[in-house]
């Protein structure tokens, strides 16, 4: 690339004339572009949003690869300078290029972008009900934990609306759980409703009489699936207070959780918008957290946490008496969902993070941390084996995060329901990650707020990471199998409305469970080399960046890499983990469960629509 002579630009601007090119202070990264191979070494590069396009060879279209981070124009040259050491003494060449491929129209510019996105002035967000739904399976001690700590937090309004949705197995305790409500709303003064499997088994009739078409998939969304405790079934009871809700504003509770706000433990940061995941800041004991616990008490679903649902992205920012943004609030949005970002964004989720165990099977995310707060990961040796194990963290947004990307929930999570929801898959683990992403796809425009505090997570069985974890190969489990291989099958937003879209997911599905066994194997296979190779050069950039970081943890760093190259080189998993059985018990149980999902997703919306006339039974 430092040969001048190999530039070959063709510009095809679309324009009366050429933008300028970006100024030096200005925040710039390379636009999410298609690449279309030519002769000569040469390649088209054409925008997916805007159709802009430039032909250039093959080295600068290299180049432009390690360019799609928010970074100066300088910062870029440097950038470039260490990733291909043979530019180290060009800068003045690479310069030239980037402001040629400014002028071209493709290096998104996040000045431009603020500007466009303002604070709503005035904006006084509209008093309306919320739906609490409090959500429980044999914790009858953890739910009766919770409901106290609302008392001395929440205000019960009678506007509102209160139910804990009971998915416990043990006769013993629902019947728990029942008093427990009794006793609370007899004490308190509120109509805290219990929704156990009775009542949920007399609104399921109805709706599959009302619904005969749909009555089989509306039973697997909806309906109990045995008592195997290797099947959990988190998403079926998030299902019912997606209902429960009616086209208002939902507030889903875990029991685990306590109802009070714990602030981050370093100062706070302005807003961003973002499509990285959460960050974290490490305890030093289990129970640290409890010295930033908010001395108010607040309640954690009051203020924008409720507020911004259904608002816009400036309503939002008005609403968090933010000032117009700095560009640099954007240096994190990856440039494929840079055009998707727009002042009246809707805000569809919003939730907070966790402080105490981060709700996460893995602790792999540990090593991926941004530099500021991985270096306090390892600031003593002893620290650091204590924190790879202990699951006691404030994991979360240090200051209001609007994300692009629906992923992990929280203990607390608000969801828009007057906008059309797809299902949460009933059964397994990861159903938040699958839930996000198909709401992305429903809604490709929408982001989630991230509130700069955390709730208490404090399950009562006392759980550590087990030791090396992180060595162990990544497989995927069922749910985060079927959310990847949805984002890969829809490269660029889907066309259509949400409805279009949503009966599009259930022919997705139903694709699946028509693969035969050599082609779900070989995508099993395709996506699970994607997952690792991922990891592997993420884990290396890491490691590359670490140079000031103590030995041991360049060595776990690199032990783990290494793990990662020679799961490369091992039988590639047939099935799925955490699904009971054999590998071809799995696919096979995989193949069933997406036929059934494809099915309430064909009849949710009917379902929505339905409950809207259907009374509520619920003691």
């Known amino acids: 690339m430092n040969d001048g002579s190999s530039y070959n630009f063709s510009f095809s601007y679309n324009l009366a004339t050429a933008p300028a090119a970006p100024a030096e202070e200005d925040l710039i990264a390379f636009d999410d572009c298609m690449e279309f191979p030519l002769p000569g070494q040469r390649v088209l590069l054409r925008s997916r949003s805007s159709g802009k396009q430039i032909t250039v060879t093959n080295d600068v279209a290299y180049s432009l690869r390690l360019c799609r981070e928010f970074r100066t124009l300088s910062g870029h040259i440097q950038h470039l300078g260490r990733e291909i050491p043979e530019l180290r003494d060009e800068p003045d060449d690479i ?24 604070p709503v002035s005035g904006f006084q967000p509209a008093e309306t009900a919320l739906c609490y739904c ?33 998915d416990s197995r043990k006769a013993e305790k629902r019947e728990k759980n029942r008093a427990i409500c009794r006793d609370f709303s007899a004490a308190h003064g509120v109509k805290l409703h219990y929704f156990g499997i009775d009542e949920q088994e007399r609104v399921l009739q109805q709706l599959q009489s009302r619904l005969p078409e749909h009555a089989e998939g509306i039973a697997f969304l909806l309906g109990r699936y045995g008592e195997n405790p290797a099947i959990p079934s988190y998403g079926r009871t998030r299902n019912w207070g997606l209902l429960l809700a009616k086209g208002s504003k939902l507030v889903l509770v875990d ?14 940061t302005g807003p961003e918008i973002t499509s990285r995941s959460r960050v974290a800041d490490f305890f030093a004991s289990d129970n640290e957290w409890q010295t930033l616990l908010d001395p108010e008490n607040t309640d954690p679903s009051t ?49 907070c993070g966790y402080a105490g165990d981060p709700g996460t099977a893995s602790n792999i995310w540990i090593y991926q941390l941004p530099p500021k707060y991985r270096s306090k990961l390892f600031s003593s040796e002893q620290d650091y084996r204590r924190h790879i194990r202990s699951r006691s963290t404030w994991m979360g947004g240090f200051g209001p995060a609007f994300r692009n990307q629906f992923s992990l929930m929280s203990p607390l999570t608000g969801i828009d329901c007057s906008q059309l929801t797809p299902p949460f898959f009933p059964l397994l683990r990861n159903e938040d990650l699958l839930f996000g992403v198909l709401l992305h796809h429903l809604h490709p425009n929408a982001l989630f707020l991230d509130n700069p505090w955390a709730v208490p997570h404090l399950p009562a069985e006392h759980r550590q990471w087990e030791q090396d974890l992180s060595l162990k190969p990544q497989n995927y489990g069922l749910l985060d199998f079927s959310a990847d291989a949805l984002v890969l099958d829809t490269p660029t937003p889907p066309a259509g409305s949400a409805s279009d879209r949503l009966r599009g997911c259930a022919g997705f599905f139903s694709g699946l469970s028509r693969l035969d066994d050599r082609a779900l194997e070989e995508k099993i296979a395709e996506q699970t080399l994607g997952l690792r190779t991922t990891q592997i050069s993420r884990l290396a950039k890491v490691l590359d960046e670490s140079h000031e970081a103590p030995g041991f943890w360049q060595r776990d760093l690199q032990r783990i890499i290494e793990a990662g190259e020679q799961s490369l080189a091992a039988p590639l998993p047939r099935g799925f983990q955490a699904v009971p059985g054999g590998e071809d018990e799995q696919k ?10 494809a099915q309430g997703i064909r009849g949710w919306e009917a379902c929505l629509n339905t409950m809207q006339d259907i009374q509520i039974e619920a003691s």
């Open 588 to 597: 096979a149980l995989a193949r069933t469960l997406w036929k059934r999902y």
């Open 255 to 268: 029991d685990d959780i306590l109802f009070q706000r714990v602030s981050p433990p370093t100062d706070p």
């Open 134 to 166: 409090i959500l429980s399976c044999d914790r009858s001690e953890a739910l009766a934990r919770l409901l106290e700590s609302m008392a001395a937090s929440h205000r019960f309004l009678g506007t509102n609306s209160y139910y804990v949705i009971d």
């Open 95 to 118: 310069r030239q290029v980037l402001n040629s491929i400014g002028q071209a129209g493709l290096m998104l510019s996040a000045s431009a972008k603020t500007q466009s996105i303002k």
């Open 303 to 351: 203020g924008s946490f409720s507020q911004a649902l259904g608002a816009s992205l400036g309503e939002t920012l008005s609403l968090l008496g933010e000032d117009p943004l700095p560009q640099s609030a954007l240096r994190n949005l990856y440039p494929a969902g840079f055009a998707q970002v727009q002042p009246d964004s809707k805000i569809l989720l919003t939730a």
